[in-house]
């Protein structure tokens, strides 16, 4: 817990930093959306009400229209058709005359009788009969459902229709009608994408309307049911805009847990790289600073008077002080070019003449046993003509050629020599410094040039060292136009290639 009370302490900024970036404007979006969602949700479905209400408005008119119209209509596929006469209602289909007053008895007649179906002739005297004389009773009392001249029967599914200004009337099966209201129906929601459907309600629902149907106005036993297409298209953002809604919020707060948790990453890497510079080069000033005090020590307590002993120690002082000299122009250096503030002097320059003294400064300094400016016919050439000319700054160059030999030196086997050697090849020039050390492996040889990284193989030798030294190079080669390469193999050593363009003097 302690710990985690000073990581929050410690990354506080970027925790900050999140909620106002990440999480705020995540909340405040998704309450946005969803207020609109909903908006657009409850207009989508007023709308599609309005024009499911609409299609229902003109079936019912159509299907007014197809029972009234004569001849051509509905009445075209009657059960039966029947005429009133005065108080007698007849089937001419049948030769029935029945009187319309039930009270009255039968006055049955035949024409042809034989002819006619029993069954549907005991249908007419029995079923229909009575009904058609309900039917005209209620009409003429005005007791039918808005004074219309149709009437549904439930029990004998049936429908009875008295033509408007005419004495003729006809029985309609219900299945018949529910048919053609399901052919009507499906010509008027086709255009809008709605499947339609008309079934007969039980008694009670009559005039009332759900989510899952309409009541048609002048047929309260049918109900018109509209609904949308089963196989709705994946892309269809309307209805499914939540589920997009939900998918994008989630991508936005899995993208900041991600940057805030690389944020917070490269932070602790940082502050831990930085933390091993300090050390590092706290490390590196203060071996040459403490053999420089010792030696200036016994030289001024006079405790060394043999000649060849002051020549020693004077020699180790001038060391340990060119050591410091290097480590102060590196960091330097490295400091204003991260800043953009170094500023090349740019020259023609011979590469060879330049590698050349920087070997032998570090011969004077190392006693000579251990690098080996290779005499190449190349090198004698670029060095007794003048050629190889680069553009470049001469001490910058002589820094990076300095780099290169002090790590041979520093990460290869004592008494193991180190090879240096310049010339030109496919119009560039170069300089390359080998060694017989630890070498470096394939996946880390991309990341030695990057600021305070340091190889896995060169810790292991606690070996001391900055971290910026290969970063600092590469950087100058990349403001000199040129290039640093690399070719290592653990336990066989490397070898380091600075490559300059060459230019005409």
């Known amino acids: ?9 410690s990354h506080q900024r970027l925790i900050v930093l999140f909620v106002l970036i990440v999480l705020v404007p995540s909340v405040f979006v998704g309450y946005v959306s969803i207020r609109a969602i909903r908006t657009e949700g409850m207009r989508q479905q007023f709308q599609e009400k309005e024009r499911q209400r ?60 034989a002819k006619v179906d029993p069954q549907l002739l005991h249908s007419a005297e029995e079923v229909y009969y009575p009904r058609i004389q309900a039917f005209l009773s209620d009409l003429q009392a005005g007791l039918t459902p808005g004074m219309q001249h149709f009437n549904h029967f439930r029990r004998i ?36 994408g709605y499947r339609g459907e008309i079934f007969v309600e ?37 209805t499914y805009s939540p589920l997009y809604f939900g998918i994008l919020v989630g991508i936005v707060v899995f993208l900041g847990v991600v940057f805030l948790y690389r944020a917070v990453s490269q932070e602790m890497a940082a502050t831990q790289l930085k933390a091993d510079f300090v050390s590092a080069v706290s490390h590196e000033f203060r071996t040459p600073l403490s053999s420089i005090l010792a030696l200036s020590e016994r030289l001024e307590g ?4 043999e000649g060849q002993r002051l020549f020693e120690y004077y020699r180790r002082i001038r060391q340990e002080a060119y050591r410091l000299s290097l480590l102060v122009n590196k960091l330097l250096d490295f400091a204003q070019i991260e800043g953009g503030r170094k500023e090349f002097q740019m020259d023609h320059s011979n590469l060879c ?105 060169v810790q292991s030798l606690n070996v001391p060292g900055t971290g910026i030294g290969l970063a600092l190079v590469k950087r100058i080669m990349e403001s000199h136009q040129g290039q640093i390469s690399l070719n290592s193999e653990p336990g066989k050593g490397s070898r380091f290639r600075l490559i300059l363009p060459r230019v005409e003097a």
């Open 202 to 238: 039980g008694p009670g629902d009559y005039n009332t309307t759900t989510g899952d149907g309409l009541t048609l106005a002048n047929f309260p036993l049918l109900r018109a049911v509209l609904r949308e297409p089963s196989s709705l298209s994946a892309f269809d953002f309307r």
């Open 353 to 457: 003449l330049i590698t050349q003294e920087t070997v032998r400064v570090f011969q004077d300094l190392d006693g000579g046993s251990r690098i080996q400016l290779q005499k190449c016919v190349q090198l004698q050439q670029c060095i007794s003509n003048g050629r190889a000319p680069v553009l470049a700054d001469k001490i910058a160059v002589a820094h990076c050629v300095q780099n290169l030999i002090e790590n041979a030196l520093k990460y290869s086997p004592p008494g193991s020599p180190v090879t240096v050697r310049c010339g030109s090849e496919n119009g560039t020039c170069f300089v390359e410094v080998g060694d017989e050390g630890v070498g470096i492996p394939t996946s880390e040889q991309g990341k030695i040039f990057e600021k305070f990284y340091r190889s896995q193989n």
């Open 302 to 305: 006079g405790r060394v008077t």
């Open 54 to 113: 609409s299609m229902v408005w003109m079936l019912d008119a159509d299907l007014r229209d197809w029972l009234f119209s004569f001849p051509g209509g509905a009445s075209s596929r009657a059960i039966l058709k029947f005429q009133i006469d005065g108080d007698r209602i007849s089937f001419p289909d049948l030769a029935l005359t029945l009187p319309a007053d039930r009270t009255k008895s039968p006055l049955p007649f035949s024409t042809g009788r």
């Open 1 to 9: 817990m302690r710990v985690l009370r000073h990581r929050l302490r």
């Open 157 to 192: 599914k049936a429908f009875i229709v008295l033509l408007p200004d005419r004495h003729d009337g006809y029985v309609l099966d219900e299945q018949r009608l529910i048919e053609y209201a399901n052919q009507r129906l499906g010509e008027l929601s086709a255009p809008e």
